[in-house]
């Protein structure tokens, strides 16, 4: 049985990645930490979380693209994703990615937390 919803944050910024790791941990998620991905599928499939939160800025691959690839299989489509960024009005221009929700960066904890209370309640 499972204990704890599974969190995949995406973050190239080391310090930003530990610290929403230690406030998911804080909180009672377990979670998993990567700074950036080359291979979608074979990153969900590892990790297999019952939640994406990444970056939209990253290097390689940007989280709106992570976000439509986990969208557009049908293995991973029900993954709610979560996009952070503090470019929100630009990466809304660059096209509808069909993430869940959008955190603004720097991120609050306190609207981190409602927000996947809100995906796991």
Do not use: W
């Not at 800025?57 to 690839?69: D, Q, Y």
């Not at 979560?82 to 603004?104: C, E, R, S, W």
Request: hydrophobic share 45%; with cysteine; net charge negative.
């Amino acid at each position: 049985m499972k204990d704890r919803n599974k969190i995949l944050v995406i973050e190239d910024d080391q310090d930003i990645l530990f610290a929403l790791m230690a406030v998911l941990d804080m909180y009672g998620y377990e979670s998993a930490g990567v700074p950036f991905i080359q291979d979608v599928r074979a990153t969900i499939a590892f990790h297999q979380p019952d939640l994406v939160l990444t970056d939209y800025v990253l290097p390689g691959i940007n989280g709106g693209l992570i976000c439509k690839a986990i969208k557009g299989n049908p293995i991973t489509a029900h993954i709610p994703v979560i996009l952070m960024t503090a470019y929100h009005k630009q990466a809304i221009a660059v096209g509808n990615f069909g993430y869940d929700a959008y955190l603004p960066k720097p991120f609050d904890n306190n609207a981190l937390i409602r927000i996947l209370n809100g995906f796991f309640s």
